[in-house]
């Protein structure tokens, strides 16, 4: 932003303040907090929690349309101070600019944390994010301000915000000058803000092209490792390996091995599976190929990080997946020999599942698994069967389901002593024995049979029953 631009932020801000918009903002914040919590305990499908929505939606419409009246005061106030022209340049700026922060923090540093690695210089770094993607910057601003209106928004749409202020008078004459010059040290400003604001949790802290590579390598390790996994499952396996995979492949086991690493829901499509079993295989073989040090992956600003070999050359790995599933493994062989690759080392991190990078969906409490009180977290990845409690405590039991799902981390849940992880690719086939009272029968590759049913007092925490329904749905072969 500009010198100008950047007065018309602080002293919209500041007109907050001024005007004490400020003063009930914590008790607004604390009365959503505590309306939201209360559902979730007693339950959203209950009387009490039925009556609470009703009540948090009025809640929220009302707040809400108070704080638009007071960002348009606000941007009034500094609009007299910057001038309008300075205020609505900048207001055109936001959705560009949020949108490109937003995309930063998803792909350029929150992706890859779990290969506890994290970068340096996360604040200083965004300039070279924003110079790399200028053209998808300029079409954003191209399409001009949003003008969508909810009244749940807390803020008004940008364009609303930009006709507003033009009806005011011009105000003080604009400074060009980039807004960089208000702060002296900001080279040291940025590093003291970036150690505030990033911890990352004791993570290795290095720098972007080594964060780049070491999470892309964890990222398509744990992608790799599920191929691996299913082969070894299989019998005549050598191991969870790439040899073993490519065994397998050669040998015309292509179905048996699809089906042992993908979902039903999956193998119903003959396109996706396809897709699929190949992201394996180049995940696979990239992977192999950087452990064997003659690929690595190359960091970029403009575009997705790449695989390249020793001289800087893109890697394209799909010709070698076509080979492997037409069962050309021969060729696959020659060419992962000439490049150095150890089939028997490359292979699984993880040899079994875990919930490492997995999000949480909901939870049912009370349930009957396999005949046996349990409460069930629905995540991405697959159920977490937990010890279900008395039912002399229902609501503790509640309680505890909520601090599951909003405070402990999907991996650290999932393997608490006393829990059981059912990932999702262990499960073999999935059905519905009944629709009411609900009853799921989950098969394992193992032989196991599971059977989930509703208890006399199951109660949800979020969407738990649709939420079961729908991951057993993908698990369910075509008929």
Do not use: C
């Amino acid at each position: 932003m500009t010198l100008q631009q950047l007065r018309f932020v602080l002293a919209h801000e500041l007109g907050h303040y001024s005007h004490q918009h400020t003063r009930l903002g914590e008790l607004t914040y604390r009365g959503r907090v505590v309306i939201v919590r209360t559902i979730a305990q007693v339950g959203p499908s209950s009387l009490g929690g039925l009556l609470l929505r009703a009540y948090a939606a009025l809640y929220q419409m009302v707040s809400a349309a108070v704080s638009r009246a007071q960002e348009i005061e606000a941007d009034r106030v500094a609009a007299r101070v910057a001038g309008t022209p300075a205020a609505t340049s900048a207001l055109r700026e936001l959705p560009g600019l949020s949108a490109a922060w937003e995309f930063y923090l998803d792909n350029y540093v929150g992706w890859g944390l779990d290969s506890g690695y994290a970068p340096v210089g996360v604040l200083a770094h965004f300039p070279d994010l924003l110079a790399g993607r200028a053209n998808e910057l300029a079409a954003i601003r191209a399409k001009g301000a949003p003008d969508q209106r909810s009244r749940w928004d807390s803020h008004p749409p940008i364009a609303e915000r930009v006709a507003l202020l033009e009806r005011e008078p011009a105000g003080p004459v604009g400074d060009d000058r980039p807004a960089t010059v208000f702060v002296g040290d900001l080279d040291g400003a940025i590093a003291e803000l970036d150690a505030k604001l990033f911890g990352f949790g004791g993570r290795t802290r290095v720098p972007y092209p080594t964060y780049t590579a070491a999470a892309m390598q964890w990222q398509l390790q744990r992608h790799a490792d599920a191929p691996y996994r299913a082969a070894a499952r299989l019998p005549g396996s050598a191991g969870a390996n790439l040899g073993s995979v490519l065994g397998l492949l050669g040998a015309g086991r292509l179905d048996e091995l699809r089906r042992a690493v993908l979902t039903a829901a999956q193998l119903a499509d003959p396109a996706t599976a396809d897709a699929q079993l190949r992201s394996y295989l180049r995940a696979a073989f990239a992977t192999a190929a950087v452990s064997a040090g003659v690929a690595q992956w190359r960091h970029s600003w403009s575009e997705e990080a790449r695989l390249v070999d020793a001289a800087g050359a893109p890697v394209d790995l799909d010709p070698q997946a076509a080979a492997a599933i037409a069962g050309r493994v021969a060729d696959v062989h020659q060419w992962l020999a000439a490049w150095g690759v150890d089939l028997a080392v490359a292979a699984a991190r993880e040899t079994t599942a875990t919930a490492t990078g997995a999000g949480t969906v909901a939870g049912i409490v009370n349930l009957k698994v396999d005949g046996k009180r349990r409460d069930l977290v629905i995540l991405t990845a697959g159920l977490v069967v937990v010890p279900g409690m008395p039912r002399l405590k229902m609501r503790r039991a509640k309680r505890r389901m909520y601090e599951l799902l909003t405070q402990a981390p999907p991996a650290q849940m999932a393997s608490a002593p006393g829990h059981r992880f059912i990932p999702y690719e262990e499960v073999a086939s999935g059905r519905m024995v009944r629709r009411a009272p609900a009853m799921y029968e989950l098969g394992l590759h193992s032989g196991e049979r599971l059977r989930i049913r509703w208890g006399a007092e199951s109660e949800e925490v979020g969407p738990g029953w649709q939420s079961l329904r729908q991951a057993v749905e993908q698990l369910t072969p075509a008929a």
